[in-house]
């Protein structure tokens, strides 16, 4: 993940998002795998606090999911701070989905709109509102999903972020992550730039 953040800082690319864990990830997998897990977020979160880039290019730093309220407290603690840390910082976004599940996000968004309805009788349904209701209404549309990991199976798996995902282009690998290399994120962003995009035109 260092070396792949290192290419996206030297890119300038404002908005990068990575995928650490579904919530069936640390739910349903053995309980000393998730352990491992959990111990591997609190450890480089903890590390990237301390990272003099992410205050030097104002990096504003997301975590989106249900970890809040799956992880424990001293998982969540470097969790936390590094939101709290960076939470005014202007310049790029660097966003991790832990525990995090598409259809969640969006039965979030739906039944906060119910809510916000019995307020306002008069409210009406528009892209934007529901783009604001969302945890990741902060962020821009996905450019590209890069999909790791494959083996004759290429999906988008638990709907990442469904509602901004709608005209992203898509990449697949059957390089798994941990074997993704700097040169391959570089092939993938290069394949991307060579696209047409039509958006249905």
């Known amino acids: 993940m260092e070396k792949i953040l ?6 300038g690319l404002p908005c990068f998002s ?29 590390r990237l606090i301390k990272d003099k880039d992410i205050y030097r290019l104002k990096v504003k730093v997301n975590i989106f999911g249900a ?12 969790m936390e701070a590094i939101i709290e840390a ?10 991790f ?7 969640d996000e969006m039965m ?12 306002q009788k ?20 996905v450019d590209l999903i890069i999909r790791t990991g494959l ?8 709907g990442f972020m469904m509602w901004d995902s709608a005209n992203s282009q898509l990449y697949f690998t059957n390089t798994y992550w941990p074997d993704f290399t700097q040169r391959e994120f570089l092939e993938a962003v290069e394949n991307y730039n060579q696209r047409e995009r039509r958006l249905g035109k």
């Open 6 to 11: 290192q290419v996206v800082r030297d890119s």
């Open 18 to 46: 990575f995928w650490g864990a579904s919530k069936d990830n640390v739910s349903k997998r053995p309980k000393q795998e998730v352990r491992f897990l959990l111990e591997l977020f609190r450890m480089n979160f903890a």
């Open 67 to 78: 970890w809040p309220e799956l992880f424990p407290p001293r998982i969540k603690k470097p």
């Open 86 to 95: 960076t939470k005014d910082h202007n310049q790029r976004l660097l966003n």
């Open 97 to 103: 989905f832990i525990a995090y599940n598409g259809t």
């Open 108 to 119: 979030h968004a739906i039944k906060k709109i119910s809510l916000l309805s019995k307020k």
């Open 122 to 141: 008069d409210l009406k349904i528009t892209e934007q509102l529901i783009k604001n209701s969302l945890w990741t209404k902060d962020l821009p549309p």
């Open 151 to 158: 083996e004759n199976d290429p999906h988008n798996s638990a």
